[in-house]
């Protein structure tokens, strides 16, 4: 079955340490995989996605074949990250449909 | 920039009730989507489009249909609202083609939908 799996549903950390959100995936094919970030009172948006290789806000994210992991990571976190954070997993290319984690809220405190 | 318009913001409704919930892209996008999204359970697919009448049930279509007479706009029903259906509602679009991951998907703001 086609699954993500974030463990986490709040990380707290305080400002200035690393962070690191927990994605976990099971597909047999070859996956597409997306960080999506909803910030408080704005619409869900992309942060990242694993083929574009970018960092993005300083927030990367290597997805790892082996361990079907797809983690973000942040070296050090700023206050205005406080988020809620899901991952994504795309196995239908010709449709855009897309399988979401359980999300991970992000508290960054002062 | 592309814009998901969700028709309401907040709902109320009764139990029992027909509901309908509107979405409208500017994008000219082919592949419309609705999730549903609870804490703990994150977002769970509803119902998606690929086309004009086209539809295909997602992970959670039980209690719900959708309605898609025109490209821009996707529309979902609840036929008779129940309690457990109290949630928020996320339209969402994507263009189609051979490889829509090459753009992201595109966001509502959502509907707060509480049903007593």
């Known amino acids: 079955a086609q699954r993500v799996t974030q463990p986490e549903k709040l990380l707290s950390v305080f400002k200035g340490a690393p962070v690191e959100l927990k994605c976990n995936y099971s597909?047999?094919?070859?996956?597409?995989l997306f960080w999506y970030v909803q910030y408080s009172r704005q619409r869900l948006q992309l942060l990242l996605r694993?083929?574009s290789r970018e960092s993005i806000k300083g927030f990367t994210a290597d997805l790892n074949k082996g361990e079907t992991s797809f983690h973000l990571k942040k070296p050090f976190a700023q206050e205005e990250d406080s988020a809620m954070y899901y991952c994504?997993?795309?196995?239908?290319?010709?449709?855009?449909?897309?399988?979401f984690g359980q999300g991970t809220t992000l508290q960054v405190k002062p | 920039d592309v814009k998901v318009t969700q028709s309401s913001r907040y709902l109320v409704k009764r139990t029992g009730e027909k509901v309908f919930l509107e979405c409208v892209q500017d994008?000219?996008?082919?592949?419309m989507f609705w999730y549903r999204q609870d804490p703990g359970l994150g977002l769970r697919l509803i119902y998606f489009?690929?086309?004009?009448?086209?539809?295909e049930k997602g992970d959670i279509p039980e209690g719900y249909s959708v309605s898609r007479e025109k490209k821009e706009r996707f529309s979902l029903i609840l036929e008779s609202a129940s309690t457990n259906q109290t949630s928020m509602y996320l339209c969402?679009?994507?263009?189609?083609?051979?490889?829509?991951?090459?753009?992201?998907?595109?966001f509502g703001n959502g509907t707060r939908l509480t049903v007593t």
């Open positions: 994504a997993l795309g196995t239908e290319g010709n449709t855009g449909k897309l399988i």
């Open positions: 597909y047999s094919g070859s996956p597409e």
């Open positions: 694993h083929i």
């Open positions: 994008m000219d996008h082919e592949n």
């Open positions: 489009s690929y086309d004009v009448k086209m539809k």
């Open positions: 969402a679009s994507i263009g189609g083609g051979s490889f829509s991951y090459n753009s992201p998907l595109h």
